[in-house]
């Protein structure tokens, strides 16, 4: 009986752009890094600094949304003090109600004077709803639930996504010409 022929488990390497065999390793995680660096920096210098008092339009909706949440928390809280809501026979935690309203408030105010600290933690928020979005979607029941929950995900992905460039702009230094 002939063996079987033995081939090599070795991957054949392809020529580079140049002609050069790739490099391996160190090296070429290191050509990674500064293509990369190379690209980052590509888009760095295409990036505009935020003017006195300009605000990205994204932060803008993110703001409006902060303050809208934290409008209906504070009404929440004042027409459960009000009537003397219960919730399993127990009173409503109205600190908390008031520490969530002085949260997203605040957000609100940073998002609007366009804060970076205000939208990375806009940004956090974004994430957590995302991910109770994604649990929603496992337990989904109904067709409504699942096509609604989808639509608000893909919302709060594509503020998500909108709000990384918009942070890079609150980050950048003033132009040199503005000192």
Same mark, same amino acid.
Do not use: C, H
């Given at each position: 009986m002939a063996e079987p022929s033995k081939k090599s488990n070795r991957r054949k390497s392809r020529p580079g752009e140049n002609g050069t065999?790739?490099?391996?390793? $160190?090296? &070429?995680? &290191? $050509?990674?890094?500064?293509k990369a660096e190379d690209k980052n920096e590509k888009v760095r210098e295409s990036l505009e600094p935020l003017k006195d008092g300009e605000r990205p339009t994204v932060v803008t909706v993110g703001a409006?949304?902060?303050?809208?949440? =934290? %409008?209906? #928390?504070?009404? &929440?809280?004042?027409?459960? %003090?009000?009537?003397? *809501?219960?919730?399993?026979?127990?009173?409503?935690?109205?600190?908390?109600?008031?520490? %969530? *309203? =002085?949260?997203?408030?605040?957000?609100g105010w940073g998002m609007w004077r366009a804060r970076y600290w205000a939208v990375l933690g806009f940004q956090m928020l974004l994430v957590l709803l995302m991910l109770?979005?994604? $649990?929603?979607?496992?337990? $989904?029941? *109904? %067709? #409504?639930?699942?096509v609604s929950t989808t639509i608000l995900l893909i919302g709060f992905a594509l503020l998500f996504f909108f709000m990384v460039k918009a942070m890079a702009r609150i980050q950048m230094p003033e132009s040199p010409g503005r000192r």
């Open positions: 065999r790739p490099r391996v390793g $160190a090296d &070429s995680m &290191s $050509a990674g890094y500064a409006v949304f902060a303050f809208v949440v =934290a %409008l209906i #928390l504070g009404g &929440s809280a004042i027409f459960a %003090l009000a009537t003397g *809501t219960k919730v399993n026979g127990e009173g409503v935690n109205i600190p908390q109600w008031v520490f %969530l *309203t =002085a949260i997203f408030g605040g957000m109770a979005a994604i $649990a929603g979607l496992v337990v $989904a029941a *109904t %067709l #409504l639930q699942i």
